[in-house]
C-alpha cells in the first residue's frame, strides 16, 4: 500500500469520494478531462481541458495543469507544480500542442514544464524520472527514462536528455543541446553543446571530467564495457585526432560492443558538436 500524502491526511468530510477516486472538494476539474478510477488530487489543484491522468497517480494541492496533458501511472505532482502552459517560445501563437508524461515519475515543488511549440508535437518526459524543485522544462524538450533533474535545473527549447542521465542543480542547458545516456553533469554548469554518452562533465565554462565510471560501476556495466568505453573516451578526448580521424581509429581499434556504438553514433551525429 502506498503512503498517504500529507495533504490527504485528515481530509474528512472536505474530501468528495466516487469508486477509489478522491478529489479534494476546493479542486477544480474541467469536464473534458479523463482521470482513473484511483487518481487522488489536493487541495486548490486546478485541472484544465484535455487532460489525462492515469491509475494511481497523486495530484498534490495548489498544482496547475492548464491543458492537453498527459499523466501516466503512479506518478506523484507535488504542490504548486505548473504543467501544460503554453510555449513560451515566440513563434507560438496557440495552435493544439501536447505534454507528455511517463510512469511512476515524480516532480516536485514549482516545477513548470510547457507544452510544445510546434503543432501537434509533444513536450515528453519519460518513466521513472525525478524532477526536483524548481526544474523548468521548455517547449518541445525529450526527458527520456530513469533522468534525475536536480533543483532549478533550467533547459531551454529542443533539449534532449537520454536515458539515465542526471543533470546536478543550477545547471543550464542551451537550446537543441543533447545530453546522452548514463552521462553526469556537475551543479552549477553551463551546458552549451552536446555532452557525449557516458561521461561526467562540470563547470562554466563546462569541461569533461572523465568517464563516469562509478556511475557505470552502480547500474552493472561489466568491466569489459568500462574499459572499453575509457579507450574510446581517450581516443575522442585526449588525443590529437579531431572528430573524423577518432571515429575512423574507434572503429577500427575497439570492440563493436553495443555501448562503443552508442558512443561513436552520438559523436557522429552531434549537430552542436560535443563537450570537450
Known amino acids: 500500500m502506498?503512503?498517504?500524502?500529507?495533504?490527504?491526511?485528515?481530509?474528512?468530510?472536505t474530501w468528495k469520494k466516487a469508486l477509489k477516486l478522491s478529489i479534494h472538494s476546493t479542486a477544480?476539474?474541467?469536464?473534458?478531462a479523463?482521470?482513473?478510477?484511483?487518481?487522488?488530487?489536493?487541495?486548490?489543484?486546478?485541472?484544465?481541458p484535455g487532460v489525462k491522468i492515469g491509475s494511481g497517480t497523486i495530484i498534490g494541492p495548489h498544482v496547475y495543469i492548464y491543458k492537453n496533458t498527459t499523466i501516466g501511472s503512479e506518478c506523484v505532482i507535488w504542490k504548486s507544480v505548473s504543467m501544460g502552459t503554453d510555449s513560451q517560445d515566440l513563434k507560438y501563437r496557440g495552435q493544439p500542442t501536447y505534454l507528455e508524461i511517463g510512469d511512476r515519475t515524480s516532480i516536485r515543488e514549482f516545477a513548470t514544464l510547457n507544452r510544445a511549440t510546434t503543432e501537434n508535437e509533444a513536450t515528453r518526459v519519460g518513466s521513472d524520472c525525478l524532477l526536483m524543485a524548481y526544474t523548468h522544462v521548455a517547449h518541445d524538450c525529450r526527458v527520456g527514462s530513469n533522468v534525475i533533474l536536480s533543483n532549478?535545473?533550467?533547459?531551454?527549447?529542443?533539449?534532449?536528455?537520454?536515458?539515465?542521465a542526471i543533470i546536478s542543480g543550477m545547471t543550464c542547458i542551451h537550446q537543441f543541446v543533447r545530453v546522452g545516456i548514463h552521462s553526469f553533469i556537475g551543479g552549477g554548469s553551463r551546458v552549451p553543446k552536446d555532452v557525449a554518452p557516458f561521461v561526467m562533465a562540470v563547470g562554466n565554462p563546462i569541461m569533461l571530467n572523465g568517464l563516469n565510471t562509478v556511475g557505470l560501476q552502480r547500474k552493472g556495466f561489466s568491466e569489459e564495457v568500462r574499459l572499453e568505453l575509457k579507450r574510446a573516451y581517450k581516443i575522442f578526448f585526449r588525443s590529437q585526432y579531431n572528430i573524423s580521424q577518432a571515429l575512423e581509429h574507434a572503429r577500427s581499434e575497439l570492440k563493436p560492443l553495443?555501448?562503443?556504438?552508442?558512443?561513436?553514433d552520438f559523436i557522429a551525429h552531434s549537430e552542436r558538436g560535443v563537450i570537450i
Request: charged share 20%; proline share 12%; glycine share 12%.
Open 2 to 13: 502506498r503512503p498517504v500524502p500529507p495533504w490527504l491526511s485528515g481530509g474528512g468530510p
Open 28 to 32: 477544480i476539474i474541467d469536464k473534458s
Open 34 to 48: 479523463e482521470l482513473a478510477d484511483d487518481v487522488e488530487i489536493g487541495p486548490y489543484t486546478v485541472i484544465g
Open 152 to 164: 532549478a535545473v533550467n533547459m531551454a527549447g529542443h533539449v534532449a536528455i537520454d536515458d539515465y
Open 258 to 264: 553495443p555501448e562503443i556504438k552508442a558512443f561513436t
